[in-house]
């Protein structure tokens, strides 16, 4: 699914569920599925509340819902979601910490 197809629709769904939503409703929620994913990597490195399966399961459900609160944040900021991240990509993407160890891009 394409990061602005996402954006789109998940306006549409907010706008029908959530009609008061803010933009502080998308950063708490992600903060709140960082959280949950925090959690569920913590139990399953301890072993307990569970299995591996089950824990995966909880990452993998946070790291998407956690995904799905962010698109809003540049809704409300009126910036499309896909060309954000693909613009901040062709940034990071270029950066070499191997050959640059102190900023990623000069000797």
């Known amino acids: 699914m394409l990061l602005s197809t996402l954006q789109e629709e998940r306006n549409l769904w907010i706008a029908h569920n959530f009609p008061d939503g803010t933009l502080e409703d998308c950063i ?4 709140e599925e960082m959280g949950e994913l925090a959690h569920h ?3 399953r490195k301890q072993g307990i509340r569970g299995d591996d399966t089950k824990h995966e399961a909880g990452m993998l459900d946070s790291v998407a819902d956690a ?7 540049p809704t409300y900021l009126g ?3 896909g060309e954000l991240v693909q613009a901040t990509w062709n ?5 070499d910490w191997v050959r640059y160890p102190e900023n990623g891009r000069t000797a």
């Open 28 to 31: 708490f929620g992600a903060v």
């Open 41 to 43: 990597f913590l139990k």
């Open 67 to 73: 995904v799905i609160f962010l698109a809003g944040v």
């Open 79 to 81: 910036v499309n979601y």
């Open 91 to 95: 940034m990071v993407r270029t950066r």
